[in-house]
């Protein structure tokens, strides 16, 4: 391979061996990427030259706005740059990845408990810190815009109190994370995806001084730059799924050393998480203090999630049953149900939803619970 991408007037074509369980896609894209192996050093060398005036250029690079799951920014960021590109190893990703949860009551933090996405193999991440940055003095927004040119989007944590649409804009100072996906020089302005005031997960143009301004301080953290790597053979494999969730449903306990949650005194993981939520929401009630619509939010879309993963092996491996189907539809609609009943609640402080929310989240549990042992029960 190296001797052909030397020598692309030779008259060959590299070659790459396909097993049948290899998805045609990706190896369309591997063949693509290899080709144009040989033709990426003389790329790199016009960067180069124009690096410095990259500042005059706009750029825009894809995105998807509406991934399949927005519960946290390190699950949306990456989801978001990967759905621009290939929907189906976007579906292929989250049904082995978000399956997995832990819950932490002292946090209010009910999350997918998995390989961050820095670990993930269809991303191409660089990090760099700060510090970095002003010992070889790089501009911030330099750096950024370079990036873009590159096809990198940038995941950049920083003050907020500079940032209009934030919940946080000319209130107060905290980092929190925007994913930059374009500039526009005519405007001199970033175009990001991030929470804004709303809670929503949503476009928020950032004018450069804006930007400058929110990077000149110590609430600037993070900075990593990621982009979509073709040639990965995202297998799909119905054995592995199925072994993680069988691990999940018995709350088989297993440490994750390079996920995002990192262990602390009190947490839960698997489908004891999703009882210890339960259990948490109901002190909330009895308390008559707000639930944490954040918290909900990530319990009903990992539900919802979980119903479309069995629907999506059934299509794959041409399952037909009305049983399985039945109870993935009840658990999406009981999803969206609890949560619009949760956020009726934190307005209304109405106790007469308290009954009904735990019970929803109660039946939700166990129709979790019955659809994979069910849907399990069938590949025996």
Avoid at 215 to 232: D, R, T
Avoid at 321 to 339: A, V
Wanted: hydrophobic share 35%; proline share 2%; glycine share 2%.
């Amino acid at each position: 391979d190296t001797y052909i991408a030397n020598n692309p007037n030779n008259d060959l074509v590299p070659m790459i061996c396909v097993n049948y369980d290899e998805e045609a896609l990706d190896i369309v894209e591997q063949y693509i990427d290899l080709f144009n192996y040989s033709f990426r050093s003389k790329s790199i060398e016009k960067e180069d030259k124009y690096q410095n005036t990259l500042s005059a250029s706009t750029v825009i690079l894809p995105i998807d706005l509406n991934p399949i799951a927005r519960n946290y920014l390190h699950i949306s960021t990456p989801l978001s740059v990967i759905g621009a590109k290939r929907k189906d190893k976007l579906e292929r990703q989250v049904a082995n990845q978000l399956i997995d949860v832990i819950f932490k009551p002292q946090y209010n933090l009910f999350d997918y408990h998995c390989d961050s996405y820095e670990n993930w193999e269809c991303l191409d991440c660089k990090s760099i810190s700060k510090d970095i940055l002003n010992v070889n003095g790089i501009s911030v927004v330099n750096y950024i815009i370079n990036g873009l040119h590159l096809g990198y989007y940038c995941d950049i944590w920083l003050d907020v109190f500079y940032i209009p649409g934030k919940v946080g804009y000319n209130k107060e100072h905290f980092s929190h994370g925007l994913l930059v996906y374009g500039y526009d020089s005519n405007r001199s302005i970033f175009h990001t995806l991030s929470y804004n005031a709303n809670g929503l997960y949503h476009n928020i143009d950032v004018a450069m001084t804006n930007f400058q301004k929110a990077c000149s301080n110590e609430f600037l953290s993070k900075i990593c730059l990621l982009k979509y790597k073709p040639g990965i053979n995202a297998k799909y494999s119905k054995e592995t799924i199925c072994k993680k969730l069988s691990n999940y449903i018995n709350s088989y306990h297993y440490d994750v050393e390079t996920s995002f949650n990192k262990n602390t005194s009190e947490q839960y993981v698997q489908y004891d998480a999703c009882l210890k939520f339960c259990e948490y929401i109901e002190s909330i009630l009895h308390n008559d203090c707000t639930i944490h619509n954040t918290a909900m939010y990530s319990y009903t879309e990992h539900k919802r999630i979980m119903a479309w993963r069995i629907q999506y092996l059934m299509e794959r491996e041409h399952l037909v049953s009305e049983e399985l189907m039945n109870m993935s539809t009840n658990i999406s609609s009981l999803s969206e149900q609890l949560l619009n009943l949760s956020l009726k609640y934190n307005i209304t402080k109405n106790k007469k939803c308290h009954s009904r929310i735990i019970d929803m989240i109660n039946t939700l549990n166990h129709l979790e619970k019955n659809l994979i042992e069910t849907f399990l029960s069938l590949q025996l």
